[in-house]
């Protein structure tokens, strides 16, 4: 039986409805944004020319890129919130951090900053003026490095990322840690929204966005209400050092600023570059 002409899916086309709903009924991506899923799946049926079993394939393939490969194996959100919620009531610490060194490592881009977590973010914040409002786009599990973050009682934590057992899963760890929070689900590929923040992290996440939309990623710095914004790169790919990263994407960064009036510092960590750009226009 020949498929249906190809041609660009519209939020109407029940093959667009078919592959979401295949997409959608696998645990692994049930809860990730059905508008992330509706993009990635109107562009896999593009590519595979109405074809809707490769549909779906391109289309969990594209989702394992943009947010599986980072959870390889699905946290344990539940526990996780039981442990943390115990370890807070004891009034521990220490165990307090231990479990969120846990969770943290679930995330790959949490997990690489956990052996410079401490002097990661005394070194962020030691160059911020004590915000009272911090946003932090595809945020991953970063939100719970806030105990890190010095100043995290007296600011509102700001996060979103695309998956709604994540989002919940932080906004209920953030309320058990007593830090002040919105936690929303937002697709960058729709824009950044109107929430305006004396800062803005976004780390390690503009060559993913990138990866959806070239210029999508650049374009964000400029669209972010924030008067300071904080942009790393990966210098590290899953453990191995890699030169070509920090040359890449330093070259990258030096080209965008180019003709823009901002004040830059550059702060290199073992695997992490970041960029603390202070808008003036
Ligand atoms: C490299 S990780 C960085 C996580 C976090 N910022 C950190 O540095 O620990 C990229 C994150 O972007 C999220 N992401 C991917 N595509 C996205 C999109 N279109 N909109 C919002 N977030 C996205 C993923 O779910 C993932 O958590």
């Known amino acids: 039986m020949p498929h249906p ?30 508008e992330t899923v509706r993009r990635l799946a109107a562009n896999a049926l593009v590519a595979s020319r109405g074809d809707l079993a490769e549909a779906v394939k391109r289309t969990k393939r594209s989702l394992h890129e943009v947010f599986g490969a ?9 526990a996780l919130l039981r442990q943390l919620r115990d370890a807070v009531d004891a009034g521990d610490d220490e165990a307090v951090r231990a479990v969120l060194h846990r969770a943290m490592s679930t995330h790959a881009s949490t997990r690489e900053r956990l052996p410079i977590l401490e002097e990661f973010y005394r070194e962020v914040f030691a160059r911020l003026d ?23 009682d007296a600011f509102t934590y700001h996060a979103s990322d695309i998956d709604t057992r994540l989002t919940e899963f932080l906004a209920a760890a953030l309320e058990t840690l007593g830090v002040a929070h919105d936690v929303r689900v937002r697709d ?14 976004l780390l390690k996440t503009l060559p993913c966005i990138e990866a959806q939309g070239r210029g999508q990623g650049w ?8 008067p300071v914004v ?9 453990g191995q050092r890699s030169k070509g990263m920090f ?24 695997n992490e570059l970041v960029y603390f750009v202070r808008k003036n226009a």
């Open 5 to 34: 002409a190809p041609g660009p899916a519209d939020a109407e086309d029940p093959r667009l409805a078919e592959v979401m709903a295949a997409v959608r009924s696998s645990r692994r991506y049930q809860s990730v944004a059905p």
């Open 70 to 78: 980072y959870l390889p194996s699905p946290p344990k959100y539940d």
């Open 130 to 152: 004590a915000p009272t409002s911090v946003r932090d786009l595809a945020c991953g599990m970063n939100p719970l490095a806030a105990p890190w973050m010095p100043g995290s």
């Open 188 to 201: 960058l590929m729709t824009g950044v929204g109107e929430v305006a923040t004396d800062v803005t992290l």
């Open 219 to 226: 374009d964000l710095i400029d669209a972010i209400r924030s």
């Open 230 to 238: 904080v942009v790393s790169f990966p210098t590290k790919s899953l």
């Open 247 to 270: 040359n890449t994407y330093s070259a990258n960064f030096g080209a965008w600023l180019e003709n823009r009036p901002h004040d830059v510092e550059q702060v290199e960590f073992r």
